[in-house]
């Protein structure tokens, strides 16, 4: 089975609109941590937002927020006011089995291509 | 801090070439890996390291190799190459244990195996 599915190929939405990108997850790890990177045409990963099984608050960093629903299993990441700059693949990843001297690898869904129209 | 770099950005090898492929980071991170990334099927950890002298394999180890004797460098070999293994590869690193802990990403190297 999947450890990480990202079910949308491709989005696309307006300028200024708010966009959802879906995220499901498999584990029978109690403890583990939720990941999204952004990947632009020029290649490089960023780093956008974290989200840890016990935080009971969704993750938040300026116009990204996590719609983290444990019960369901998924982390969606929701863009408010998107921008042209926006456009990009966009990574979902999950963090099993870290601490001590356990490396915890990611692992990391198939992304999402976000178009961004003006 | 430059961060994670890599060399080289591009590389065209023949089949059965050998080549390494160099990561250094500047930020004292005890963790290093190394992914590959392929059209549809997102990043795949090859192999990685918790420290200077210990390294494991990932999740798509065959045909590669990789040490580490000091902090900074985590270099990937490639040891006869395929072209199944035209791919970007990303070197990483990170600060050791913790789930949240960032993980930074050099800026990737496009390989093409002929």
């Known amino acids: 089975a999947q450890k990480i599915t990202q079910t949308q190929p491709g989005m696309f939405v307006q300028e200024k609109e708010a966009v959802t990108l879906d995220c499901t997850y498999d584990t029978s790890d109690q403890s583990y941590g939720l990941f999204w990177y952004k990947q632009p045409s020029s290649g490089e990963m960023i780093f956008l937002i974290y989200q840890g099984s016990y935080d009971e608050q969704n993750a938040t960093e300026g116009r990204y927020s996590l719609n983290f629903q444990k019960a369901r299993k998924s982390a969606n990441l929701v863009i408010s006011a998107s921008q042209l700059g926006d456009s990009a693949m966009y990574f979902c990843?999950?963090?099993?089995?870290?601490?001590?001297?356990?490396?915890?690898?990611?692992?990391f869904g198939q992304g999402t291509i976000l178009t961004v129209h003006p | 801090n430059a961060g994670v770099t890599q060399t080289p950005k591009f590389q065209v090898l023949k089949t059965g070439q050998s080549m390494t492929l160099q990561c250094a980071q500047d930020m004292n991170h005890e963790y290093m890996s190394w992914y590959r990334q392929d059209p549809g099927m997102g990043l795949r950890l090859i192999h990685y390291?918790?420290?200077?002298?210990?390294?494991d394999q990932g999740e798509v180890p065959n045909g590669y190799n990789v040490s580490r004797s000091t902090t900074e460098d985590f270099p990937l070999r490639l040891l006869s190459a395929a072209p199944s293994q035209t791919s970007v590869y990303f070197c990483?690193?990170?600060?050791?244990?913790?789930?949240?802990?960032?993980?930074?990403f050099g800026p990737g190297t496009r390989l093409t195996v002929l």
């Open positions: 990483a690193s990170r600060e050791r244990g913790g789930l949240g802990n960032e993980q930074f």
């Open positions: 390291s918790v420290g200077a002298g210990i390294t």
């Open positions: 990843a999950m963090r099993e089995n870290a601490g001590g001297t356990s490396y915890g690898k990611l692992t």
